[in-house]
């Protein structure tokens, strides 16, 4: 199956792109947002070819991340939207862009975002986040908390980035991400390719999960999958991503900050934590569980059209 999408998320695409079909990925001579190609920190296979839109003209189906990238669609080709963010605004009365439409489906990546949206009568699915396994594996052997995310400046509450300093109080914080410039209080590592960064975030004592309202990211999962305890707000899909046996997960902040003097001081609490998280997200987050997932809807969405 030859299927058009755009770069758009690049963690995320990547193990969309492990499958059996071809990609095609627009690329431009200016390889911005409506042209970035093939992934340089990310690895790909070879069946991912990057190729102007105008000369994509065998596209069995759609990949459609944006509301803006519909119009680029040839003609005729059918379309899966796939949402991966929590709604804005007036939630949970938001409404979603594709709302009402009867010419595509929308996939959640979580059944909390399919919930929060309001989908107005286009049909929807939940295609869980799948990832491809990290090869390092948790040592804890740094006495840090590891934190990764996006502009956490720019979007403070959101990321949390406010409670950072409770936090540092225990222990010093090592920040992960794109966009981390100006932040304070913090030691920053930023733009790290992605292997590089999950050796780093591996060897630090414990995960801090402080994201306010988000969809499930996949660092998380990562983060699981390499066996390390987990600390963070019960808000969103977490609560579901982690169970108690996994890590601590609390609305109440003073009690997350006892747990992480807890992990740092206990080898055995930090160790069995970490054991079971990865045991969970390797059984829920495999990357073999959503290509099939994807392999179905794809399926049915191309039969559907002929």
């Known amino acids: 199956m030859n299927i058009l999408l755009w770069h758009v998320h690049g963690s995320w695409t990547t193990s969309f792109v492990q499958g059996k079909h071809r990609y095609l990925i627009p690329v431009n001579d200016a390889r911005d947002e409506w042209g970035r190609g093939r992934a340089r ?3 790909w296979p070879a069946t991912v070819e990057e190729l102007p839109l105008g000369e994509i003209r065998d596209a069995d189906v759609a990949i459609v991340q944006r509301p803006e990238e519909l119009e680029r669609v040839p003609k005729g080709v059918p379309v899966i939207y796939v949402e ?27 059944d909390f975002n399919e919930l929060m949206w309001d989908n107005g009568g286009t049909r929807t699915t939940v295609i869980e986040h799948g990832i491809v396994e990290p090869k390092a594996r948790w040592t804890g052997e740094i ?9 956490p400046v720019r979007r403070r509450r959101v990321t949390g980035t406010d409670l950072f300093p409770r936090f540092a ?14 932040l304070t209080g913090a030691n920053v590592f930023e733009d790290l390719p992605q292997h590089r960064m999950h050796t780093e975030v591996a060897r630090r004592r414990a995960y801090l999960h402080l994201c306010r309202w988000t969809s499930l990211g996949l660092s998380l999962i990562e983060a699981m ?47 069995s934590l970490g054991a079971r998280a990865r045991q969970v997200a390797l059984a829920r987050y495999g990357l073999d569980r959503f290509l099939a997932d994807w392999d179905r809807l794809l399926e049915e969405e191309t039969c559907a059209s002929r």
Do not use: C, Y
């Open 169 to 182: 109080q225990v222990a010093p914080l090592d920040v992960f991400g794109m966009g981390v410039e100006g």
């Open 143 to 151: 006495g840090h908390l590891a934190v990764v995310t996006n502009e």
């Open 225 to 271: 999958q390499m066996g390390m305890p987990v600390i963070g707000l019960a808000t969103t899909e977490a609560v579901v991503a982690v169970p108690p046996d996994a890590g601590v997960l609390d609305t109440r902040v003073s009690t997350l900050v006892e747990a992480a003097h807890w992990l740092l001081t206990d080898d055995a609490a930090a160790q």
């Open 84 to 110: 991966h963010n929590t709604p804005k605004g007036d939630v949970p009365s938001t409404r979603h862009p594709m709302a009402g439409r009867d010419d595509l489906v929308i996939a959640h990546v979580t």
């Open 41 to 43: 920190t990310f690895d």
